[in-house]
Every structure is written in structure tokens, then in C-alpha cells.
């Protein structure tokens, strides 16, 4: 294939010219920012609400449900400062996530 058969075959294929009334794409994303704020804005709302959720469905334990939880089960293993250092250490595991 020469140089003119080439020519030749840009020439057949060459591109539509585009029509003036169709809108144009903008040519960088920085002009399209206004829309990307209420997209930002979901998803802000949408961590909100899941971190919300998250810190609303984690419950402790208090204090004082811990202290007689403790007595039971160290009453439980024969008391003694064994068993309740065991029932500490039990108390602890069932409210560690």
C-alpha cells in the first residue's frame, strides 16, 4: 500500500462534521463539579447514618451488671480470689466485640 492509496482511504472515511445545535460534552471533569455535590452529599448522609447505626447497636455492659456478674460466676467457681479473677477474666471476653 502507497502513500495515495492511503489518501485515498482517509478520504473515504473521514469524520462527520459535527452538527452546531447538538450540546457539547464538556472536555475535563473539573467544569461538571456542581453535580458531583449532591452525589458527595449521599454519601456522607449515608455514613452518617451507617456509623449511627453501628455505634447505636453496640451495647456495654455496666459497670455495676459487671460486678454481679463477676460475684455470680465467682461464686460459681468455689470463690476465693482464683475464681474471681477467672470470672473477671470471663465477664471481659463475653463484652470484648
Known amino acids: 500500500?502507497?502513500?495515495?492509496?492511503?489518501?485515498a482511504l482517509l478520504r473515504r472515511y473521514r469524520p462527520i462534521v459535527r452538527r452546531l445545535d447538538i450540546p457539547r460534552l464538556p472536555d475535563s471533569p473539573a467544569t461538571?463539579?456542581?453535580?458531583?455535590?449532591?452525589?458527595?452529599?449521599?454519601?456522607?448522609?449515608?455514613?452518617?447514618?451507617?456509623?449511627?447505626?453501628?455505634?447505636?447497636?453496640?451495647?456495654?455492659?455496666?459497670?455495676?451488671?459487671?460486678?454481679?456478674?463477676i460475684a455470680a460466676i465467682a461464686d460459681q467457681l468455689g470463690g476465693g480470689a482464683e475464681g474471681r479473677a477467672v470470672a473477671e477474666w470471663i465477664v471481659a471476653q463475653e463484652g470484648a466485640p
Open 1 to 7: 500500500m502507497n502513500d495515495d492509496q492511503i489518501e
Open 32 to 69: 461538571r463539579v456542581a453535580r458531583t455535590w449532591p452525589w458527595a452529599i449521599a454519601v456522607a448522609a449515608l455514613l452518617a447514618i451507617a456509623i449511627g447505626r453501628h455505634a447505636a447497636a453496640w451495647t456495654s455492659v455496666s459497670p455495676a451488671s459487671d460486678a454481679g456478674q
